[in-house]
């Protein structure tokens, strides 16, 4: 059984040694009636050892594509090892957050009982549109309205956990509201706003190569949904910053 805490669990059966480690994955995934879409973690479910096992599983399906597009790894000495640099950068470094369990973040007792706007931000932000795989680089800026019963935490885990939640392949839209859920989850404040601004390559490097165009959204809740002020109050104090 996969540790729902997103921790490895113990090795795989020996009898399961032939069967490919993503369909044994997968298979678990499914069994347990989970999701595995390209924004969705599945740490939970992979067990130890297996993700290194999948990075050569990649590398392998990385190389047939090379072999597709007519590219001759085998004398070509700038894509011989392509394949390998490949599934390892997807596995452990810009689909990272598909794979990994969530950052460990402590969570603080709001002993001085903050009430008052705080805003982090801008955050650098990595990471890949789901339609064509090319890369999003942005910023993510996150308001917080606490109230004397929320947890606070430290200024670095707002990074930590952006990174984890963009590093998968994803539309713009949903990875905020992903992020937004999971700091209101941990947090519980009186409102809670993020804001992203980023380039899309699915649009620079591709099709209609466009340059130029971004794109920014955010999501509100709690009392900024409720109270314009504030509202206005946080979009004002990034109006300055997003240039």
Same mark, same amino acid.
């Given at each position: &059984?996969?540790?729902? %805490? !997103?921790?490895?669990? +113990?090795?795989? #059966? @020996?009898?399961?040694?032939?069967?490919?480690?993503?369909?044994?994955?997968?298979?678990?995934?499914?069994?347990?009636?989970?999701?595995?879409?390209?924004?969705?973690?599945?740490?939970?479910?992979?067990?130890?050892?297996?993700?290194?096992?999948?990075?050569?599983?990649?590398?392998?399906?990385?190389?047939?594509?090379?072999?597709?597009?007519?590219?001759?790894?085998?004398?070509?000495?700038?894509?011989?090892?392509?394949?390998?640099?490949?599934?390892?950068?997807?596995? &452990?470094?810009?689909? %990272? !957050?598909?794979?990994? +369990?969530?950052? #460990? @973040?402590?969570?603080?007792?709001?002993?001085?009982?903050?009430?008052?706007?705080?805003?982090?931000?801008?955050?650098?932000?990595?990471?890949?549109?789901?339609?064509?795989?090319?890369?999003?680089?942005?910023?993510?800026?996150?308001?917080?309205?606490?109230?004397?019963?929320?947890?606070?935490?430290?200024?670095?885990?707002?990074?930590?956990?952006?990174?984890?939640?963009?590093?998968?392949?994803?539309?713009?839209?949903?990875?905020?509201?992903?992020?937004?859920?999971?700091?209101?989850?941990?947090?519980?404040?009186?409102?809670?706003?993020?804001?992203?601004?980023?380039?899309?390559?699915?649009?620079?490097?591709?099709?209609?190569?466009?340059?130029?165009?971004?794109?920014?959204?955010?999501?509100?809740?709690?009392?900024?949904?409720?109270?314009?002020?504030?509202?206005?109050?946080?979009?004002?104090?990034?109006?300055?910053?997003?240039?």
């Amino acid at each position: &059984m996969p540790n729902q %805490a !997103g921790a490895p669990g +113990p090795a795989s #059966p @020996v009898a399961n040694a032939g069967t490919p480690v993503a369909d044994r994955i997968r298979d678990r995934i499914r069994k347990a009636r989970g999701r595995f879409r390209a924004n969705d973690n599945i740490a939970a479910y992979i067990e130890t050892g297996e993700l290194e096992q999948l990075r050569q599983e990649v590398a392998d399906k990385i190389e047939g594509v090379l072999q597709a597009l007519v590219i001759d790894t085998a004398s070509d000495h700038n894509t011989r090892d392509t394949a390998r640099r490949v599934a390892k950068m997807y596995l &452990m470094e810009v689909f %990272a !957050g598909r794979y990994a +369990p969530q950052p #460990p @973040v402590t969570e603080f007792p709001n002993v001085g009982r903050l009430n008052e706007l705080m805003i982090v931000g801008p955050i650098k932000v990595r990471s890949a549109c789901s339609h064509h795989l090319c890369p999003i680089i942005g910023r993510v800026w996150v308001g917080v309205m606490p109230n004397e019963h929320s947890a606070l935490i430290g200024l670095s885990k707002y990074a930590r956990l952006v990174e984890w939640v963009m590093t998968r392949p994803q539309i713009q839209e949903e990875a905020i509201t992903e992020l937004a859920e999971l700091l209101q989850d941990k947090m519980q404040p009186d409102g809670l706003a993020v804001v992203m601004e980023a380039d899309h390559y699915c649009m620079h490097w591709r099709g209609v190569k466009d340059s130029e165009s971004k794109m920014t959204n955010s999501v509100m809740r709690g009392s900024f949904l409720k109270n314009p002020d504030l509202r206005r109050e946080f979009l004002s104090l990034l109006a300055g910053r997003t240039k």
